[in-house]
């Protein structure tokens, strides 16, 4: 487009970096991993995307013993982090998460917390999107 051909070649002039790669055109683009349709004006994941978080998130629940290390709960508290730009009405749901991880509670697997996990799983695939 006319439009974005005009701000590239100002911003060689400027010196600015840009990437051709990077110059998406279209009515549904994929932008850090979220599917962005101008036409409806939504946000999505893939299916792929979701079937994957839910994955994670069954992983975590069934971990052995109801006792995952710090790491795991770091790493699905920043895969959901990433999930709640496009479900931001589930943030509530990170909230036992995060007390769990603050130190001042024990790092296990309680019923406050599968509760809201399974919550998610059930969610998820249902309400994909803003």
């Known amino acids: 487009p006319k439009n ?3 701000l590239l070649v100002l911003w060689d002039a400027i010196g600015c970096p ?3 790669k990077k110059q998406a ?10 599917w962005v349709d101008i036409n409806w004006g939504t ?3 893939s ?3 979701v079937a994957d978080i839910v994955s994670k998130i069954e992983l975590f629940i069934e971990t052995p013993l109801r006792r995952p290390p710090l790491c795991n709960w770091q790493h699905l508290a920043g ?3 990433w999930l709640l730009n496009v479900l931001p009405w589930g943030q509530p749901t ?6 769990k991880m603050s130190g001042h509670a024990g790092i296990y697997l309680n019923k406050e917390i599968i509760v809201e996990m399974n ?3 059930d969610i998820i695939p249902k309400s994909m999107g803003v």
Do not use: A, C, P, R
């Not at 055109?25 to 979220?34: A, H, M, S, T, V």
């Not at 990170?94 to 007390?99: A, D, H, N, P």
């Open 25 to 34: 055109l279209g009515e549904k683009l994929k932008i850090i991993g979220f």
């Open 79 to 81: 895969h959901l982090n």
């Open 18 to 20: 840009w990437e051709e």
């Open 94 to 99: 990170l909230t036992e998460m995060y007390q």
């Open 119 to 121: 919550w998610l799983i």
């Open 47 to 49: 299916d792929y995307s």
């Open 4 to 6: 974005q051909v005009q």
């Open 43 to 45: 946000i999505t994941l």
